[in-house]
């Protein structure tokens, strides 16, 4: 056993960095959802079909080297997806489709939730007919849906919002060296009671970070420089930040239950395998974990399961 002196400079020495604790919790990762079918959307840019008349025009020569990144990027993206399923589901299926194929793909896979991805690009840039054809989708489907960054927007936009930098400019004003949120951020929760919170008045619950249940924060990954303006009709507002207001809204009338987020809570188990240990769950992602196996419970709520 340490004595005092020793048991002093311990705790002195290995502060961990919420309520000064010399020791971690154990957090084994149990699948608690025992089914889903997630259809996971990839939102980014493939090919040269997918591209409106005025990326052809601004692109030009650059087309194959842009679409070849936004292609690499969507790989990451969604297996970090489907690596959440998979994690947090004791029998998972998952398909992966483009954003211009989701219609159809619901009507063949017949899912129980559909996660949407990040995106790269503005939407000016996209074929209008493809996001047209989401709009419709997306204002009629009744299957849950949880969209992710510049998803997150594009659901805005169909909804009649605004995107703006987070300086407040028009897209089309600064297209490089916008002002951005990278790395991990705090974002303030402003309506704990929705459900996606879950337990956070639970003092004795071992879920939440302590920061969570004590000051109503997250700390989750960001990158982005583009912003929803404001809150959609229909919509109500989760949580916030100081450069972006928008950063988490939720539809849950009409037979609808569509989540959004601006920051990447699919990054979760990302940064959880490459951690050399598993005492616990980082920090810095596990709130992103628990708002998708909260949304993957909420899903299988609202289809009456």
């Known amino acids: 056993m340490f004595d005092a002196a020793v048991k002093s400079k311990v705790n002195e020495t290995l502060p961990f960095p919420y309520n000064k604790r010399a020791f971690c919790l154990y957090e084994p990762i149990e699948k608690t959802i025992s089914h889903a079918r997630v259809l996971i959307v990839n939102s980014l840019l493939r090919y040269e079909s997918d591209l409106s008349d005025l990326a052809r025009m601004e692109w030009a020569d650059s087309i194959d080297s842009r679409l070849k990144f936004e292609r690499k990027v969507s790989g990451m993206a969604c297996d970090n997806i489907a690596q959440n399923v998979n994690r947090l589901v004791r029998q998972p299926r998952t398909m992966t489709v483009h954003l211009s194929e989701v219609s159809q793909a619901v009507e063949d896979f017949k899912p129980d939730a559909i996660v949407l991805s990040g995106t790269y690009s503005d939407f000016d840039y996209y074929n209008p007919e493809s996001l047209d054809a989401f709009e419709r989708f997306i204002k009629t489907t009744k299957i849950p849906v949880l969209a992710i960054c510049g998803s997150h927007q594009l659901v805005g936009v169909s909804f009649g919002a605004e995107l703006k930098t987070l300086d407040g400019l028009e897209l089309s004003e600064k297209r490089t060296g916008r002002l951005n949120e990278y790395q991990y951020r705090f974002v303030k929760i402003v309506d704990k009671d929705d ?4 337990g956070i008045e639970d003092t004795t619950s071992g879920q939440w970070q302590d920061y969570t249940k004590e000051d109503d924060i997250l700390r989750v990954w960001q990158n982005h420089g583009v912003q929803v303006d404001g809150v959609p009709e229909g919509f109500k507002l989760l949580a916030t930040s100081y450069l972006c207001k ?14 959004c987020v601006q920051f990447h809570l699919e990054k979760s188990f990302e940064d959880w395998s490459k951690n050399p240990t598993r005492w616990e769950h980082p920090n810095e992602s596990r709130d992103g974990r628990i708002l998708f196996e909260n949304f993957l419970q909420l899903a299988h709520v609202h289809n009456g399961r």
């Open 195 to 198: 459900p996606i919170f879950a």
């Open 246 to 259: 928008n950063q988490m809204m939720v539809k849950r009338s009409e037979g609808q239950m569509i989540y």
